[in-house]
């Protein structure tokens, strides 16, 4: 079966040719598959984000290659890499990354502005995603009269709305309580067991970590363990 | 997607409204300036064309004139020449002119002056009057309205018959309710002589006519109104010899080409004096007077309005700045857009758009402003005139009229700036890596 995501000894390095010069990620080949929870835990500065971000199309790597549903994410022009992240990637992020002049609604929209379809029933597209996270109710609420587990939802319904295949949640209860962080986690485990989406969770809880099919943690831009989590184990 | 951006824009510009209007204010003051300047302009040329027509576009004034020797030893030992029979224009020419150009002229005002006297009967009853001469298109030209009787003719110019039209006020001050026309008045003008008139006509008399006297502090009685009789008439009376005209109003047919009108009858006088060595004729036309005025006040007002137009760019860097300030600002916003998405060009034309609606905007308000200026400088100028002519006052109808061009080229620039202006901050915006854009704080 082929992998989703296929990596192949990604180096990643800041400041090149200079003094400081930084190697974060020092050659780590994955596979990630169609339909798996995956989570990678690991120290800060263990270069989990970096790793992220390269997943994401939103950071290139410095060596090493990158297959995205076969496609090679090197070769993608700018305009290409905008549609990827517009289409097969579900981003949420840990500080929500939601517009704050926008409503719930309108963030939620966004993706679809920049899709490449034209979409005449969006907003009713939008509402559908607000209601699967339990929001609708708040659709017409900006992100600050929300509370943080309000807004991560929201933040997931607009990951959602373009019904991309992989979904990236970089430390998605990192700012919530762990009782608005479980409802988070539930919201993602309904999304993987019913819609079968591809999901990758960045974490440094165990905890949540051990929901999740595989766990790969990473050191000082190495993994040093890949292991099974408890939900694969029942 | 244009739509979307523009309300993105307006909300954006809607969320920051005085930082907004600050960076406006250039493009305000600019626009405003240059608005204000050409309907001032538009008006003033407006005003011009609409007097200069009331007093005669179709009206060219002409007189001879003694050409000047060419040397100046010449003109050291030259003396103004006498002006021989041959030399003045006559009837006969205006008949040949209408005769070669057949429609091209109505006619030929003449004016001139017997006196002013006074007019009574054996009771104290008295009227002060002023005895004119004139062709019979003088009185069409200076727009004088027979009410009664008829006007001076062709044949009492000839026969120098004794015949007038008075005025309407004159009229009835003087005979009361009888029927003026067919009256005889006499006229004593002291020194100069008792002159006897028949009143064929009654004219309706407006009190910014020349040689009637219409000071507030005259009674009413004693209000000098013009009498018209025949220009022959009054040659005769003064003892003159009556060549022809010295200077003259040819009157130019309306419905001609007034241009053509005028060359012709130019050409025919500048023939007739060719061979004339002592003197020649000169003309002033108001409608190619007009056309000068038109194009210097169009000149000054253009290059006033390009001098404001220079604050555009002053505030075209102010739009900059701030689209610059709002870009490192909405860094994070840049960033989480490109991540969902967004291309670069996407980017790049939601922040030119939010440039060109910022200068729209600041030139709509400028264009409102300068209109408002306009209206109000141009009612200051107006009572200045008035009452610095107040005898003119009517003659002055000063119209104030925004041109609409000069809003639709100011409209055109103020989004020309935005669009220049703002080119750099987006391209700026588009430019960002996702990944910084997003990490930025």
Redesign the interface.
């Known amino acids: 079966m082929e992998s989703t995501i296929h990596m192949e000894n990604i180096i990643k390095r800041y400041y090149i040719g200079k003094p400081n010069e930084l190697q974060i990620l020092n050659g780590i080949s994955l596979d990630i598959n169609d339909g798996e929870f995956v989570s990678i835990v690991g120290e800060s500065g263990s270069g989990k984000s970096t790793l992220m ?1 390269i997943i ?1 199309v ?2 290139r790597q410095t060596e090493g290659g990158y297959f995205l549903d076969g496609i090679d994410v090197n070769k993608m022009s ?2 290409m890499r ?2 990827v ?3 097969k990637i579900g ?1 949420v992020f840990q500080n929500f ?3 704050p ?1 926008a409503t719930a609604l309108k963030n939620v929209m ?2 679809l ?3 490449k379809k034209k979409q005449k029933d969006a907003k009713e597209r939008a509402m559908e995603m607000l209601e699967m996270v339990g929001m609708a109710d708040r659709a017409k609420h900006k992100p600050n009269e929300l509370s943080g587990g309000q807004k991560q939802r929201v933040a997931i319904a ?1 990951a959602m709305i ?1 019904n991309p295949s992989i979904i990236l949640a970089d430390e998605p209860t990192g700012a919530l309580d762990s009782k608005t962080g479980h409802m988070v986690m539930d919201i993602f485990h309904k999304l993987h067991e019913e819609q079968g989406k591809t999901i990758v969770l960045i974490t440094h809880s165990q905890e949540l970590a051990s929901e999740t099919q595989r766990i790969i943690t990473l050191s000082d831009g190495n993994i040093i363990k890949v292991k099974a989590g408890e939900e694969d184990a029942i | 997607m244009l739509f979307e951006n523009i309300k993105e824009s307006l909300n954006s510009i809607r969320c920051n409204k005085m930082r907004s209007l600050l960076t406006m204010l250039g493009i305000i003051i600019g626009i405003s300036a240059v608005i204000t300047i050409t309907t001032i302009g538009n008006s003033l040329r407006r005003t011009l064309s609409t007097t200069f027509n009331s007093l005669g576009a179709n009206a060219l004034y002409m007189y001879i004139m003694a050409r000047y020797p060419e040397s100046e030893e010449d003109y050291l030992n030259w003396e103004y020449p006498e002006m021989d029979k041959e030399d003045y224009v006559t009837d006969e020419d205006i008949e040949k002119i209408k005769e070669l150009y057949p429609d091209a002229i109505e006619g030929i005002a003449v004016n001139n002056f017997l006196g002013a006297g006074k007019v009574s009967d054996s009771s104290d009853n008295y009227a002060k009057v002023a005895v004119q001469g004139c062709t019979k298109d003088y009185l069409k030209y200076m727009k004088v309205d027979i009410k009664l009787g008829r006007n001076i003719t062709d044949a009492d110019n000839k026969k120098c018959k004794v015949s007038c039209v008075v005025a309407d006020k004159m009229a009835s001050n003087y005979f009361k309710d009888e029927n003026p026309i067919g009256k005889n008045i006499e006229i004593d003008m002291g020194d100069t002589g008792i002159f006897t008139f028949v009143i064929v006509g009654v004219y309706k008399y407006n009190p910014q006519m020349q040689g009637g006297s219409d000071e507030k502090n005259v009674p009413e009685k004693d209000r000098i109104t013009p009498i018209y009789t025949s220009y022959n008439t009054v040659s005769k009376l003064n003892k003159e010899d009556n060549y022809g005209y010295e200077n003259f109003t040819i009157i130019l047919n309306p419905s001609s080409n007034i241009k053509d009108s005028s060359a012709n009858v130019k050409l025919y006088f500048d023939e007739k004096y060719a061979d004339n060595k002592d003197f020649q004729i000169e003309s002033f036309d108001a409608a190619s007077e007009l056309e000068m005025i038109d194009n210097i006040i169009n000149i000054v007002t253009i290059a006033i309005s390009a001098i404001a137009a220079i604050s555009l760019i002053v505030g075209g860097v102010g739009v900059m700045n701030i689209m610059l300030v709002s870009i490192t600002e909405r860094t994070k916003e840049i960033g989480i857009r490109m991540a969902l998405g967004a291309k670069r060009k996407t980017i790049r034309v939601q922040f030119l758009i939010e440039a060109v609606i910022i200068c729209l905007i600041g030139g709509l308000i400028g264009v409102t402003i300068g209109i408002v200026n306009g209206y109000l400088l141009g009612g200051i100028v107006k009572m200045a005139v008035q009452s610095a002519y107040e005898e003119y006052a009517s003659y002055i109808i000063f119209n104030v009229q925004p041109s609409l061009t000069a809003i639709n080229i100011s409209l055109f620039f103020s989004m020309l700036t935005g669009v220049f202006f703002g080119y750099y901050p987006a391209n700026k915006a588009a430019k960002m890596e996702v990944i910084d854009a997003l990490r930025y704080e």
């Open positions: 971000n994401g939103l950071d700018d305009d905008s549609n992240r517009n289409e981003f990354n939601l517009l002049r966004i993706p502005m920049y899709g607009r373009n």
